[in-house]
């Protein structure tokens, strides 16, 4: 074995972290996973020669901590301050957007709007814009849940936060709703590996990442699995 294949993947296997609650990135189910982060995935144990084994989960969360217990080689994960801690990210190779939805007769219409006393924003528990409201809200309050929407339906918060694309979806499937089309976020989707592996391995992904960008897989990946690749992150 390479070193590179040694140091990523001691098991002989390359274990890959998916979220499958994230639809942009990954769809299917845990037998049938499929999506730009399987892609990715097979890709990279292609070019290292390696078997791959798809690890999925539900959500964000479930996946940083397989990475960061030992039971995963990679992830597919929303660069963030926390995260990045304990795990080295390439850079990132999709930009997706976290936007609000209110109920269609509030009066929040901005971003600025939503942080305010009094506001309470339901959150998909461990997601990229649960940890980047948690640390950036100044006055609205974080309510945590399986999902989102869910708990903003339960708990008659005032406001839901999420991806825009599956947010977008909801919202045109429920007209007491509507968008607040301006961003709240940007978020940085990256691969990730432990912190404790090799600087080249961490070089390998990067230098793989920046070419499945350059060379138009990620964007016939996104569009292969019905999402936009206008959503490919510029070169690093």
Not at 7 to 30: C, E, F, H, K, M
Not at 150 to 160: Q, W
Not at 192 to 216: F, H, M, N
């Amino acid at each position: 074995m390479t070193t590179v294949q040694a140091d990523l993947a001691p098991t002989g296997v390359l274990r890959a972290s998916i979220n499958l609650g994230n639809p942009v990135l990954a769809n299917g189910t845990p037998d049938q996973p499929g999506g730009v982060t399987v892609d990715i995935a097979r890709e990279l144990a292609k070019r290292l020669d390696l078997p791959l084994e798809l690890v999925c989960f539900d959500a964000a969360r479930k996946s940083f901590e397989a990475m960061t217990s030992g039971q995963a080689d990679i992830c597919f994960l929303a660069i963030e301050p926390a995260r990045a801690e304990e795990v080295a990210f390439t850079a990132p190779y999709v930009l997706i957007e976290g936007v609000y939805a209110v109920p269609r007769d509030s009066a929040l219409t901005t971003v600025a709007d939503v942080d305010a006393d009094g506001v309470r924003i339901g959150v998909k528990r461990g997601s990229a814009y649960d940890l980047y409201l948690t640390r950036t809200l100044q006055q609205a309050t974080v309510v945590r849940g399986d999902e989102g929407v869910d708990v903003f339906r339960a708990e008659g918060l005032e406001a839901a936060a999420g991806i825009r694309q599956p947010i977008t979806s909801y919202v045109a499937d429920h007209p007491d709703l509507r968008l607040i089309d301006e961003r709240f976020m940007q978020i940085q989707q990256a691969v990730g590996t432990a912190k404790s592996k090799q600087p080249d391995t961490v070089a390998y992904l990067r230098d793989l990442i920046e070419d499945l960008k350059s060379s138009g897989f990620i964007a016939a990946s996104l569009t292969a699995s019905g999402q936009s690749g206008a959503l490919v992150a510029p070169p690093a």
